[in-house]
Every structure is written in structure tokens, then in C-alpha cells.
């Protein structure tokens, strides 16, 4: 079997006196979707800060595509993160938001629009492809971020 993409190994992130993460473990396969749930405050952001660089674990390790990065800085990483805002490009129609970053990284336009594609029946979103942001609902606006 071949190694995960993500690997999230025992990590535990405390500020101060008070663990916010413990003991969490998580294995992510090349192209598998994966979503956090959970209540307010368990710690679903802080795991992805970690991942993003933006917070260092106390405990543990995180490995991208065999490479450990947990002591690597945010942009040395090659992780993007989406926040809880809806970080959207009101000029942009909900397929150019969804295939900026992919743009920017210099992928071929043939391989951009599959993805895209991909992406807008993952969502549940292939007729809004030519949208624009103020014309989505909330729910609808999230998904696409």
C-alpha cells in the first residue's frame, strides 16, 4: 500500500496550561476529500493551522507526500488553507475561484478545467459553474471556498 499523502501522527498542541489537541492521528490517501466536524472549540481549526504552519505542534509529527514538515515554516509547505470566511473573488465566476490556485501554480488549462469539473460535482454545484459569488446563497458560497 502506498503512504498517505497527509500523515497527522500523535500531535498535541497546548496553549499554556490548556491542550487544545491531543493525541490526534489522521492518514489522508492521495486524492480523498476529507471534512472536520465537530463542536465549537474541539480543535478542528487548530489542526489545520498546524498542518498550514500556522501553529507548531507541542507533540507529534505531520508528513506531506512522505516529507515530514512539522517544523517547517507556512510557505515552505506547499498547503493552502481555507478559512471559515468565505474567501471568494467577487470579479471571479465560482469556476475561476475554484481553479484559481491552480492557476497560479501553473497547471495546464486542460487539467484546471477537469479538476474544476471534478470539484463542481463533488460540491454539488455544476450549474452554478458560470456564477459569480453575490449570486450564491451562504451555503452555497461556502462550498465553493
Known sequence: MADPFLSIQHVRKSFGATTVVEDFNLDVEPGEFVSFL??????KTTVLRMVAGFEEPSAGKIVVA??????????????GMV??????????TVAQNIGFGLKVAGMPRADIDARVAEMLGIIKLPQMADRYPYQLSGGQQQRVA
Do not use: E, H, M, W
Open 38 to 43: 465537530g463542536p465549537s472549540g474541539c480543535g
Open 66 to 79: 512522505g516529507k515530514d514538515i512539522t517544523r517547517l515554516k507556512p510557505n515552505q509547505r506547499n498547503v
Open 83 to 92: 478559512f471559515q470566511a468565505y474567501a471568494l473573488f467577487p470579479n471571479l
